[in-house]
């Protein structure tokens, strides 16, 4: 049997479960890109967040979601990005394990966040086999549970708090667009806005070198993400077969944009509004640049997904 | 005879003309940065302010202490930098002219700004007497109001609406620290440190690469600034007779950090705050990196005072 895809409640619900873990981010303005897009847009800054990431508040809620012989056993995930720093600080906070398989090759700066946040690292050859092995001895040597990064609807239901909290501070939008990569954000940011504002347009923006949510809404059924080619390197995943289903039920676009708009849209929110956001943020207002969402005279809502960036190694030319 | 120093009444009196004109800046902390320095750390965000720098305010508030006879006329003044930019903008928004001379071997970025908001350029040669030269004929021609970017009561008494503002949010401060150039930021957060809170302490941070303020305090007299060598190009000039008046009057300290310092801080606060912030700005949080303000277990506010950075040639190596 099928299980249910998450509704609106229980988004409602993770949201009182996690409440006193997370930021409750800002929403920012700027009149001055307002000015040059003819449009009001509301960024909800999970730039911000703890991680510099919204991926704390669906590991957060996943871990207070298990029961307390569960939790003292620690989680575990094979991410090295953003999902394994968050998933480490939300499991230090309630004072459990957080057991890491990462590949020998990811960046030193991966490893270095990771162990930051206390986590236990065991490093693995650099292929997916090798890190789903290596996750299934970590959990049968620890009792660990493991936690995906988004194709769960406790990680679902955590993500879709950053746009309640949205909608919440900004009222009435006209449309609300986030980033998608495996769609965790997306399918969260789709059952908030069906619950919450019910005529909302719900758009989703992908990078055009890793358009395979593009390619899955236009067949109909999940197209691997194979070989994508983007700076936007937080959105390079597959959907999963739950995010897609939430998606298919309540997703009314996916739009796809450049490289260069990416960049575009990512130096407009550092010179204008002085705040640092990954590419893979900047994502939906690259959309707005390019006028693949209409959002002339409307109120538009846009997740700043995260801020986490090599800053040795920027995009920025002259 | 001499002209008395602004006091806070003054202050306080330049806040109620600006208020609807400037953004109330958020402070911000950052609970990873305070637990590193073991401290309470209050970041004034002037990098939000419009222009992305204080210099709106003491710009605005000059201005509006014009007569209507005298505004009609228009302002100007000479810099290139953030009070350009600063007074073009608060020109605009009151319906003025503002007449900017600078030297045509400045920078592209800067005279796109002056212009961007409206500000009539003319050029002159890359020397302080053809800036002032070139000054005084438009100042004969226009008949404008010449602003001075710094040492001037109504400057003074704008910049120092930041502090007022840091001070109305945080409540006790143990210690407030800004960046000193000119000395007109200084000024007003020293004016309105010493109004709000007799008993905290006020220290001015400048790079090691410009000491003149520290010099300046350790002589007794004002000591040019020459050849400075720094990237915190906002602090690069002398005190002036005003500046140094009220900061003899009320500062306790200058203390100098290194450029590896004003890069690290720089660092830190994009990494862990998320938020754009100029080399001058992060002077102050330099000195805590340092440990030259004695900051353990205090609470200590600071200005962020802009965030204008030219994103293609940034500071952060691997």
Chains 1, 2 share one sequence.
Not at 99 to 118: C, D, F, L, N, Q
Request: net charge neutral.
């Amino acid at each position: 049997m099928r299980e249910d895809i998450p509704v609106f409640g229980d988004v409602a619900e993770a949201h009182e479960r996690i409440r006193n873990y997370v930021h409750r981010t800002p929403v920012l303005t700027s009149s001055s890109i307002n000015q040059i897009f003819n449009t009001s847009l509301f960024f909800k800054c999970e730039n911000f967040q703890k991680v510099g990431a919204f991926k704390f508040r669906g590991a957060t809620n996943a871990i207070l979601s298990l029961s307390e012989e569960e939790k003292s056993r620690g989680v575990g995930t094979h991410s090295s990005g953003n999902h394994a720093a968050a998933l480490c600080l939300a499991a230090r906070m309630q004072g459990i394990p957080a057991y890491i398989v990462m590949p020998r090759t990811a960046p030193e700066i991966k490893k270095i966040a990771v162990k930051s946040y206390g986590g236990i690292i065991t490093y693995c050859e650099p292929t997916l086999e090798a890190r789903e092995k290596g996750m299934e001895e970590v959990v049968a040597r620890t009792g660990c549970t493991f936690v995906p990064s988004y194709n769960h609807r406790n990680i679902i239901c955590g993500q879709g708090t950053a746009a309640k909290e949205l909608i919440e501070d900004t009222g009435e939008l006209d449309v609300v667009a986030a980033p998608i990569g495996g769609g965790g954000l997306m399918s969260g940011t789709a059952i908030s806005t069906r619950g919450l504002l019910p005529g909302a347009r719900v758009i989703a923006v992908e990078p055009a070198g890793a358009d395979d949510a593009y390619r899955s809404f236009l067949s109909g059924k999940i197209v691997p993400s194979i070989n994508p080619q983007t700076i936007a390197d937080g959105l390079l995943t597959s959907l999963g077969d739950l995010t897609f289903r939430v998606l298919k039920e309540h997703l009314d676009e996916v739009v796809t944009v450049t490289e260069e708009s990416i960049v575009a849209a990512m130096r407009l929110l550092w010179e204008r509004m002085k705040i640092v956001v990954e590419p893979s943020g900047a994502v939906p207002l690259a959309a707005i640049l390019e006028k693949k969402i209409d959002a002339g005279g409307k109120r538009v809502g846009l997740i700043l997904s995260g801020g986490n960036v090599d800053l040795s190694r920027l995009p920025f030319k002259t």
